[in-house]
């Protein structure tokens, strides 16, 4: 039962995916000859979403379905020509995921602007409904593969919303009884990730606290070895040490006998019998009242 229901869960994740690589990858590697960059195509698709919220949301459904596609299109292969052309990177797939996002959301913007002006308001909470549901399963995939686990899979990612949406935007009337499809199957998706990343917690925990049990911190081994013993040494040494009588008077007569017999400035020590003398202006005098 598992294995079918993996099966069915990367049905388009996994031999669609295979599919439309096989048929892109040329492309990329024509546009990468070109000179065309992964960036540029992300950022292209970006503006032309940008523009297609403002047809969608002015009522023009039908421009908004032909920039659709030069919308979804740049999103296919930026990332054969990112392979294409050696440009991968870590920068680039942050910058692609992020003009996804935003592009879902302008995207559904648009259609909630216009159905609180030429339909229903209340069916744009439909739209917004999507979005939702978009984010969640955009938010599951990212956190599960933080944790070293795949979240992959659904009915409803990302070009199978661009597919229906297009369907949607054919006709007004087409475009709610759309949204509530949408709606549905991006939920069901979500809650087919989470009971995915769920499943596979458990096996995680495992294979963490076995490791925990094999390996011991280097960290630890040092602060134990010698740190405490270190410091246990020195307390039982305390403990043991004999204490040094010290007599009542010794530091102060030591103090009056240094200040009496120090030749101020210069540093001798008086002789015994001799009288401190005082330095001033550069000459050596003796104290009042001596002689």
């Known amino acids: 039962m598992r294995s079918n229901g993996k099966a069915r869960a990367e049905v388009l994740d996994g031999h669609y995916r295979k599919g439309v690589d096989k048929r892109t990858t040329p492309v990329g590697a024509a546009l990468a000859k070109v000179g065309v960059t992964a ?3 992300t950022l292209t698709g970006l503006v032309f979403a940008v523009a297609d919220a403002f047809a969608i949301g002015s009522g023009h459904l039908l421009v908004g379905l032909f920039l659709l596609f030069p919308c979804g299109l740049p999103d296919l292969f930026d990332g054969p020509v990112a392979k294409a ?3 991968a990177s870590v920068r680039g797939a942050f910058l692609d995921s992020v003009s996804d996002r935003v592009s879902d959301s302008l995207l559904m913007g648009g259609v909630a602007w216009y159905l609180f002006g030429h339909g229903d308001p209340r069916a744009a909470m439909l739209a917004f409904a999507v979005l939702g549901s978009t984010f969640l399963i955009s938010y599951e995939r990212a956190k599960a593969e933080s944790l070293g686990l795949k979240a992959k899979g659904g009915l409803m990612e990302r070009a199978e919303r661009m597919v229906l949406l297009g369907v949607g935007l054919l006709s007004a009337s087409f475009l709610v009884p759309v949204l509530w499809v949408m709606a549905s199957l991006t939920t069901a998706t979500a809650v087919f ?5 769920w499943r596979q917690c ?3 925990e ?9 390996t011991r911190s280097p960290d630890r ?5 010698r740190v405490e013993s270190r410091w246990r040494a020195w307390r039982e040494a305390a403990v043991t ?9 010794a530091v102060a007569s030591r103090w009056r006998a240094r200040r009496r017999g120090t030749w101020l400035g210069s540093g001798r020590t008086a002789r015994p019998g001799e009288r401190s003398r005082v330095r001033t202006g550069g000459r050596w005098r003796q104290p009042h009242g001596s002689h």
């Open 241 to 249: 040490r004999p204490e040094r009588p010290r007599k009542a008077g």
């Open 221 to 225: 081994r040092w602060r134990v070895g």
């Open 202 to 204: 458990p096996s995680l």
């Open 193 to 197: 990730r989470f009971a995915v990343v």
């Open 39 to 41: 960036n540029s195509l």
């Open 206 to 214: 495992r294979a963490r606290l076995a490791g925990k049990a094999g």
């Open 85 to 87: 052309s050696g440009t």
